[in-house]
Protein backbone atom coordinates (compact mmCIF):
# COMPACT_ATOMS: atom_id res chain seq x y z
CA UNK A 1 0.00 0.00 0.00
CA UNK A 2 3.03 2.46 0.60
CA UNK A 3 4.78 1.83 -2.48
CA UNK A 4 1.15 2.80 -4.51
CA UNK A 5 0.96 5.94 -2.60
CA UNK A 6 4.67 6.42 -3.38
CA UNK A 7 4.17 5.77 -7.12
CA UNK A 8 0.93 8.27 -7.03
CA UNK A 9 3.09 11.12 -5.43
CA UNK A 10 5.70 10.46 -7.88
CA UNK A 11 3.22 10.56 -10.66
CA UNK A 12 1.57 13.84 -9.68
CA UNK A 13 5.18 15.67 -8.75
CA UNK A 14 5.92 14.78 -13.01
CA UNK A 15 2.83 16.19 -13.86
CA UNK A 16 3.17 19.48 -12.04
CA UNK A 17 6.89 20.02 -13.81
CA UNK A 18 5.14 19.20 -17.45
CA UNK A 19 2.29 21.35 -16.85
CA UNK A 20 2.98 25.01 -15.61
CA UNK A 21 0.38 25.80 -12.88
CA UNK A 22 0.34 29.69 -14.01
CA UNK A 23 -1.77 28.10 -17.01
CA UNK A 24 -5.35 28.52 -17.12
CA UNK A 25 -7.67 25.29 -17.88
CA UNK A 26 -9.76 25.32 -20.57
CA UNK A 27 -13.23 25.04 -19.33
CA UNK A 28 -15.78 22.97 -20.68
CA UNK A 29 -18.28 26.19 -21.57
CA UNK A 30 -18.83 25.49 -25.48
CA UNK A 31 -20.45 28.05 -27.47
CA UNK A 32 -22.47 27.73 -30.79
CA UNK A 33 -23.02 31.09 -33.25
CA UNK A 34 -25.47 30.78 -35.91
CA UNK A 35 -24.63 31.23 -39.72
CA UNK A 36 -26.80 32.72 -42.49
CA UNK A 37 -26.81 32.43 -45.59
CA UNK A 38 -26.99 29.21 -46.35
CA UNK A 39 -29.00 27.77 -49.23
CA UNK A 40 -31.72 24.81 -49.46
CA UNK A 41 -32.73 23.68 -53.04
CA UNK A 42 -36.20 23.45 -54.06
CA UNK A 43 -37.02 21.49 -57.34
CA UNK A 44 -39.54 22.53 -60.10
CA UNK A 45 -42.91 20.88 -58.68
CA UNK A 46 -44.44 19.14 -61.89
CA UNK A 47 -47.86 18.55 -62.17
CA UNK A 48 -50.02 16.10 -63.91
CA UNK A 49 -53.26 17.78 -63.69
CA UNK A 50 -56.30 15.74 -64.13
CA UNK A 51 -54.80 13.04 -65.47
CA UNK A 52 -55.19 9.74 -63.16
CA UNK A 53 -52.92 7.07 -62.88
CA UNK A 54 -49.46 9.27 -63.82
CA UNK A 55 -46.45 9.47 -62.14
CA UNK A 56 -44.14 13.13 -63.35
CA UNK A 57 -40.49 13.21 -61.80
CA UNK A 58 -37.49 15.39 -62.67
CA UNK A 59 -34.72 12.77 -62.91
CA UNK A 60 -32.23 15.38 -63.28
CA UNK A 61 -31.65 19.00 -63.94
CA UNK A 62 -28.93 19.46 -66.18
CA UNK A 63 -28.95 23.23 -66.19
CA UNK A 64 -31.05 25.13 -64.58
CA UNK A 65 -33.32 25.58 -67.36
CA UNK A 66 -32.83 21.96 -68.96
CA UNK A 67 -33.20 18.53 -67.61
CA UNK A 68 -34.23 14.91 -68.14
CA UNK A 69 -37.60 14.02 -66.99
CA UNK A 70 -39.92 10.73 -66.90
CA UNK A 71 -42.95 9.64 -66.80
CA UNK A 72 -45.03 6.76 -65.77
CA UNK A 73 -48.64 6.26 -66.98
CA UNK A 74 -51.31 3.81 -68.11
CA UNK A 75 -53.91 5.37 -70.93
CA UNK A 76 -57.24 3.54 -70.06
CA UNK A 77 -58.61 1.63 -72.11
CA UNK A 78 -62.07 3.66 -72.25
CA UNK A 79 -59.70 6.67 -73.37
CA UNK A 80 -58.03 4.29 -75.96
CA UNK A 81 -61.38 2.88 -77.52
CA UNK A 82 -62.66 7.26 -77.59
CA UNK A 83 -59.50 7.50 -79.81
CA UNK A 84 -60.28 4.38 -81.90
CA UNK A 85 -63.97 5.88 -82.32
CA UNK A 86 -62.43 9.55 -83.09
CA UNK A 87 -60.48 7.60 -85.82
CA UNK A 88 -63.48 5.74 -86.93
CA UNK A 89 -65.74 9.02 -87.48
CA UNK A 90 -63.09 10.50 -89.12
CA UNK A 91 -63.00 8.07 -91.89
CA UNK A 92 -66.33 7.98 -92.08
CA UNK A 93 -66.37 11.64 -92.32
CA UNK A 94 -64.11 11.99 -95.39
CA UNK A 95 -66.27 9.03 -96.91
CA UNK A 96 -63.15 6.24 -96.87
CA UNK A 97 -64.27 3.40 -98.61
CA UNK A 98 -62.61 0.18 -98.36
CA UNK A 99 -63.23 -2.56 -101.01
CA UNK A 100 -66.08 -4.40 -99.59
CA UNK A 101 -66.69 -2.48 -96.50
CA UNK A 102 -69.22 0.37 -95.54
CA UNK A 103 -68.15 3.75 -94.93
CA UNK A 104 -66.28 4.17 -91.42
CA UNK A 105 -66.21 0.73 -91.10
CA UNK A 106 -62.30 -0.50 -90.99
CA UNK A 107 -61.61 -4.13 -92.58
CA UNK A 108 -59.35 -6.26 -90.23
CA UNK A 109 -56.03 -5.79 -92.68
CA UNK A 110 -55.47 -2.52 -91.50
CA UNK A 111 -56.27 -2.79 -88.24
CA UNK A 112 -52.64 -3.15 -87.44
CA UNK A 113 -51.62 -0.23 -88.74
CA UNK A 114 -54.57 1.86 -87.43
CA UNK A 115 -53.64 0.40 -83.54
CA UNK A 116 -49.89 1.62 -84.39
CA UNK A 117 -51.64 5.30 -85.13
CA UNK A 118 -54.22 5.29 -81.92
CA UNK A 119 -51.18 4.44 -79.45
CA UNK A 120 -49.15 7.34 -80.78
CA UNK A 121 -51.89 9.52 -80.61
CA UNK A 122 -52.37 8.73 -77.06
CA UNK A 123 -48.85 9.15 -76.37
CA UNK A 124 -48.79 12.30 -78.09
CA UNK A 125 -51.97 13.55 -76.18
CA UNK A 126 -50.65 12.73 -72.96
CA UNK A 127 -47.13 13.63 -73.10
CA UNK A 128 -47.95 16.88 -74.92
CA UNK A 129 -50.72 17.95 -72.28
CA UNK A 130 -47.85 17.16 -69.63
CA UNK A 131 -45.36 19.24 -71.22
CA UNK A 132 -47.97 22.45 -71.79
CA UNK A 133 -48.96 22.12 -68.09
CA UNK A 134 -45.15 22.68 -67.03
CA UNK A 135 -44.08 25.06 -69.30
CA UNK A 136 -41.98 22.32 -70.81
CA UNK A 137 -40.36 22.04 -74.59
CA UNK A 138 -39.17 18.79 -75.69
CA UNK A 139 -35.87 18.37 -77.09
CA UNK A 140 -33.12 16.22 -77.80
CA UNK A 141 -29.63 15.19 -75.49
CA UNK A 142 -28.47 18.28 -76.23
CA UNK A 143 -30.90 20.88 -76.97
CA UNK A 144 -31.69 20.12 -80.47
CA UNK A 145 -35.43 20.43 -81.48
CA UNK A 146 -37.31 17.18 -82.09
CA UNK A 147 -40.20 15.70 -84.34
CA UNK A 148 -42.74 15.20 -81.63
CA UNK A 149 -45.14 12.80 -82.36
CA UNK A 150 -42.87 11.10 -84.27
CA UNK A 151 -42.17 7.23 -84.30
CA UNK A 152 -38.73 7.40 -84.31
CA UNK A 153 -38.82 9.71 -81.18
CA UNK A 154 -40.56 7.33 -79.43
CA UNK A 155 -38.42 4.89 -79.99
CA UNK A 156 -35.68 7.56 -78.18
CA UNK A 157 -37.73 7.68 -74.70
CA UNK A 158 -40.23 5.11 -74.30
CA UNK A 159 -38.23 2.49 -72.14
CA UNK A 160 -38.57 -1.16 -72.53
CA UNK A 161 -41.28 -2.77 -70.34
CA UNK A 162 -41.41 -5.48 -67.38
CA UNK A 163 -41.41 -7.91 -70.65
CA UNK A 164 -38.62 -6.62 -71.97
CA UNK A 165 -40.35 -4.85 -74.92
CA UNK A 166 -39.26 -1.87 -77.04
CA UNK A 167 -41.43 0.80 -78.01
CA UNK A 168 -42.18 -1.10 -81.31
CA UNK A 169 -43.14 -4.38 -79.22
CA UNK A 170 -45.35 -2.64 -76.96
CA UNK A 171 -47.03 -0.01 -79.51
CA UNK A 172 -47.78 -3.22 -82.05
CA UNK A 173 -49.01 -5.79 -79.15
CA UNK A 174 -51.87 -3.36 -77.99
CA UNK A 175 -55.31 -4.42 -78.96
CA UNK A 176 -58.70 -1.94 -78.71
CA UNK A 177 -60.47 -2.92 -75.27
CA UNK A 178 -57.04 -2.99 -73.25
CA UNK A 179 -55.10 -0.18 -71.17
CA UNK A 180 -51.64 1.07 -72.61
CA UNK A 181 -48.85 1.21 -69.67
CA UNK A 182 -45.65 2.62 -70.38
CA UNK A 183 -42.70 4.76 -68.93
CA UNK A 184 -40.96 7.19 -71.21
CA UNK A 185 -37.54 9.27 -70.22
CA UNK A 186 -37.00 12.90 -72.38
CA UNK A 187 -35.32 15.84 -72.54
CA UNK A 188 -36.80 19.04 -72.08
CA UNK A 189 -36.32 23.02 -71.99
CA UNK A 190 -38.34 24.51 -69.37
CA UNK A 191 -40.12 28.26 -69.31
CA UNK A 192 -38.99 27.84 -65.10
CA UNK A 193 -36.03 27.21 -62.90
CA UNK A 194 -35.92 24.03 -62.07
CA UNK A 195 -33.55 24.10 -59.25
CA UNK A 196 -34.53 27.57 -56.92
CA UNK A 197 -31.94 28.24 -54.29
CA UNK A 198 -34.14 29.95 -50.95
CA UNK A 199 -31.92 31.02 -48.62
CA UNK A 200 -32.10 30.09 -44.95
CA UNK A 201 -30.68 29.99 -41.08
CA UNK A 202 -28.66 27.34 -40.47
CA UNK A 203 -26.78 26.45 -37.33
CA UNK A 204 -23.32 25.36 -37.71
CA UNK A 205 -21.86 23.87 -34.53
CA UNK A 206 -18.19 26.12 -34.35
CA UNK A 207 -16.93 25.27 -30.84
CA UNK A 208 -15.08 28.71 -29.31
CA UNK A 209 -13.03 27.70 -26.06
CA UNK A 210 -13.11 30.36 -23.87
CA UNK A 211 -10.37 30.34 -20.40
CA UNK A 212 -11.08 29.91 -16.92
CA UNK A 213 -10.03 33.27 -16.35
CA UNK A 214 -12.02 34.60 -19.36
CA UNK A 215 -15.52 35.68 -20.13
CA UNK A 216 -15.31 36.95 -23.55
CA UNK A 217 -16.54 34.55 -26.25
CA UNK A 218 -15.47 34.82 -30.17
CA UNK A 219 -18.18 36.59 -32.53
CA UNK A 220 -18.90 35.88 -36.34
Not at 95 to 124: Q, S
Not at 207 to 218: A, H, L, N, P, Q
Amino acid sequence: FDLMKMIFSLYIAVLALIVPLNVSFRTLNNFMRPSYGHKSLKMLELTTGEFENVKFSLVEALQNDFGLFRVEATIKSKDMNEYLNEYKAEMKRRKVLFPGFRAGVLPPYVMGDIRRYIVCYGLETLLGQLGNMNDLKFCGPDREEIRFGDDEYYKQIIVNDFRGYSFEKQRDTWKEGTDFSFAAEFHAISDKPLIDAEEIAVIDAEIVESSEDSSTVKTA
